[in-house]
């Protein structure tokens, strides 16, 4: 890479990184935070929890178009001050309701579509994958350091105290965008993805559903995991809430050793469709190990090893795939729609795991997700999707 598309890269990775932050750290603390406050219902968790990622996967695709037309740094400047509102509203909600209007007025800054974007347009073919990585990497990084900081933070600043961090890590995203990534080609083209037609056609293209539905079921599951494995630990296994940090970093830690070689093996073998649909089984095998036994320290862990082995494989890889599928001219508002799947699977995961957690305590959402994620798989083995670029990516 050249010195500017590296400094792009790092900047526009931290900004993304900054976002993401905003949906995932609040999954280890939010579910017992909301115990607490008066108005609590496992229905009112599942809302809060998902309305960050409504309101994200409403607006992505108006954001991504607006970007083709309007430019990218506008768009993502207006996106990270919504995302500021919504953390001042977080700072002072006391109620469930309004923890959940805070949560969806940050996800209104839905830039996520015009960052990646932008990261395209600042680099050149030969090295965009290996960008496109570096993004895919600041979010499972962004993963793991909110479940083991989020813990440790919620013990000393609290919730609200979450929230002020968060509004600080906006107006550092507005920083960096400013002073620290540089200024935008002009674009030609992406006239069509302005018509509702051309957009539909993006929408129906068939390279690209599979993506669309892959990145949906994987943060439908990452959400709807996230309301019972909390209470999994501290209620079965008597882990306080402080301390849960030290479980999910041992856990990630150890997730490497699943992680690295599924990169590896799908970057140096032509099988790598096959390779796909297994790691989305054993996302599957990992949530029905949740549901079978969360009684148990080991069986716990060990499902929780697996699920973050896949999990941060497929963030990786789904996005790096979908910008080489995505029509060049038109690639913000591909990528729009991407992450409309991505965010609209968080809500999806985050209303069904409270409804599945009020009907049928924590098995049912362990096991709900593990439905899901098996017919993710027997989706990907269509013989139209066996074709490595289309079915693992």
């Not at 069904?352 to 439905?371: H, K, T």
Request: hydrophobic letters at 55%.
């Amino acid at each position: 890479m050249t010195p500017i598309e590296r400094r792009s890269v790092g900047a526009l990775a931290a900004i993304y990184a900054s976002r993401m932050l905003g949906m995932f750290l609040m999954l280890p603390v939010l579910a017992l935070y909301a115990h607490t406050l008066p108005d609590y219902s496992p229905e009112l968790l599942g809302l809060a929890m998902g309305a960050y990622g409504l309101t994200q996967a409403l607006l992505q695709i108006p954001f991504g178009r607006w970007s083709d037309r309007f430019g990218r740094k506008p768009l993502i400047t207006i996106g990270l001050l919504f995302y500021a509102i919504g953390s001042v509203l977080g700072m002072f909600a006391h109620t469930t309701w309004l923890l959940a209007l805070a949560r969806g007025v940050q996800g209104a800054g839905a830039v996520s579509a015009s960052v990646t974007a932008l990261l395209a347009d600042l680099t050149r073919t030969e090295v965009r994958t290996r960008a496109m990585a570096v993004i895919g990497i600041s979010i499972g990084l962004s993963f793991v350091v909110a479940l083991i900081v989020a813990p440790a933070l919620d013990a000393a600043v609290g919730v609200p105290g979450i929230f002020g961090i968060m509004l600080a890590m906006a107006i550092f995203g507005i920083v960096l965008l400013f002073f620290a990534v540089p200024p935008e080609p002009e674009r030609t083209g992406g006239a069509e993805s302005r018509k509702l037609s051309g957009l539909l056609e993006i929408v129906r293209r068939p390279q690209l559903r599979p993506l669309y539905f892959g990145m949906f079921a994987l943060h439908a599951i990452m959400t709807a995991t996230f309301i019972s494995v909390p209470q999994v630990l501290e209620t079965n296994l008597g882990i306080p809430s402080e301390a849960h940090w030290k479980v999910y970093l041992g856990v990630f830690l150890a997730s490497i050793a699943g992680t690295v070689p599924l990169v590896l093996k799908t970057e140096r073998s032509g099988g790598a469709g096959v390779l796909f649909v297994v790691a989305v089984a054993l996302t599957g095998v990992s949530q029905a190990l949740l549901g079978f036994d969360h009684a148990h320290l080991w069986v716990v862990l060990a499902a929780l090893v697996l699920f973050f082995a896949v999990f941060n494989y497929l963030e990786a890889r789904l996005p790096a795939l979908l910008t080489n599928s995505a029509p060049a001219a038109d690639r913000g508002a591909a990528l729009g729609v991407f992450a409309t799947s991505q965010f609209l699977g968080a809500f999806f995961g985050g209303v069904m795991g409270g409804i599945l957690l009020g009907r049928f305590g924590i098995s049912g959402v362990f096991w709900g997700c593990a439905v899901l994620a098996f017919a993710w798989a027997l989706l990907a083995c269509r013989p139209a999707l066996a074709a490595p670029e289309v079915v693992s990516g």
